[in-house]
């Protein structure tokens, strides 16, 4: 097996690949750092753009390591480089909008340019892929330098530029699912996402039990602390029974082009705002804690609130494109949730938490009898 750099059909996810995600992963606690001072249309705006870039930079390498085989020594030097690159770029975050965005910019430029030589190593022998991994490297040198360039000037610049990269790189992605020579390994793909969102909701976990540590013990503080266990705990019943497998078995109905463009709209597009749900669940929790007496703010409630209709209507938006299944059902309580959320101001942060942690149960529950009364069990494999 380590003979080939080529991914074998029947590739699990690897230590050195779950190592990366780590670092990655460690970039959302910075994320959320971001928002810890405020709920700003700023703070947001900021978080929301350096998100994508750390979460385009992980994405792309996904797609590179789904085609290496990454038990090759070359495919795991190249990783380990790129998680030692991927560390600085996480490190830099808080910096990225006070002056020092090269700081993050080279890094994430060089992580790219990494998961990108990778592929072409894997490609070399395979013409037809070898010219998908072309046709997306061209045309994502723009969105790359829109990075690079705005970095440097800093400033409002700073701000146009990354959301033209952004721009920019949704329209790689879309040249580049085109092509039909991805040769995409579905169970690995699926495998790797269904880890960075578990990994993902963990820390969101770390970030309350933080604030849980550094507080004085009181009993609201443990109903927060049990609240965001349960919360969690429903966000993951909401996507792994049901959603994950849906997901993996509509991509194996494809093949060539039409499973690499699935894969790009419900994976690497769809999976985004989820993770930005994720994000500001987080931050909300830490506001929570840090303030369990008080009502929480508007903008923490707003952070709630999109975080849960972020995450489970996401899921709600990739069934969709897998399978032309809205479940509208989701779509409709978790919308009830949030207005309910938004609307209920006064009380204590703990009640407008027991809120969010009810209507998400509730969503997945009903769902839950729905899916039992067809008489398909859930899967519950992660």
């Known amino acids: 097996m380590k003979d080939s750099i080529v991914s074998p059909e029947d590739q699990s996810v690897t230590f050195v690949e779950l190592f990366f995600d780590l670092v990655f992963v460690f970039s959302i606690t910075q994320i959320v750092g971001i928002l810890h001072h405020g ?17 385009w930079a992980w994405t792309q390498f996904t797609w590179s390591l789904n085609a290496a085989n990454t038990d090759h020594p070359r495919i795991q030097l190249a990783t380990l480089a790129a998680t030692a690159v991927a560390f600085f770029m996480a490190v830099s975050v808080p910096a990225a909008f006070e002056g020092a965005a090269l700081w993050f910019a080279g890094p994430y430029v060089l992580v790219k340019i990494i998961g990108l030589v990778v592929y072409m190593w894997v490609a070399k022998g395979d013409e037809h892929q070898s010219q998908a991994v072309r046709t997306f490297a061209l045309v994502s040198v723009g969105g790359l330098a829109a990075v690079l360039i705005g970095a440097a000037l800093g400033g ?32 690995h793909f699926v495998e790797r996402h269904g880890l960075i969102v578990i990994i993902a909701l963990g820390e969101s976990l770390i970030v309350a039990a933080g604030g849980l540590v550094a507080a004085p013990q009181e009993f609201s503080l443990l109903i927060v602390g049990f609240l965001a266990v349960a919360l969690t705990c429903a966000l993951w019943w909401s996507y792994f029974p049901y959603v994950r497998p849906a997901l993996e078995e509509a991509l194996h109905g494809l093949d060539g082009a039409d499973r690499a463009q699935a894969a790009r709209d419900t994976f690497s597009l769809a999976h985004f705002p989820m993770l930005c749900g994720i994000i ?49 059902m989701r779509v409709l309580f978790v919308t009830a949730t949030a207005i309910v959320v938004l609307l209920v101001s006064g009380v204590p942060a703990w009640v407008t938490l027991a809120i969010g942690v009810a209507g998400t149960l509730l969503t997945v529950a009903v769902e839950h009898r729905a899916v039992q009364a067809t008489g398909l069990a859930p899967s519950t494999e992660v």
């Open 156 to 187: 409002e610049a700073l701000y146009y530029l990354w959301s033209l990269a952004i721009l920019l790189d949704v329209i790689a992605a879309s040249i580049g699912g085109r092509e039909e020579g991805w040769n995409l390994h579905t169970g």
């Open 39 to 55: 709920f700003s249309w700023g703070a947001v705006a900021q978080a929301v753009l350096v998100f994508w870039l750390v979460w």
């Open 280 to 328: 500001g669940i987080a931050a909300t929790l830490e506001e929570a804690i840090a303030h369990s007496h008080d009502p929480l703010a508007v903008g923490a409630r707003a952070a709630l609130a999109g975080g849960l209709v972020l995450f489970i209507g996401g899921t709600a938006v990739a069934k969709w494109r897998a399978l032309r299944d809205m479940s509208l």
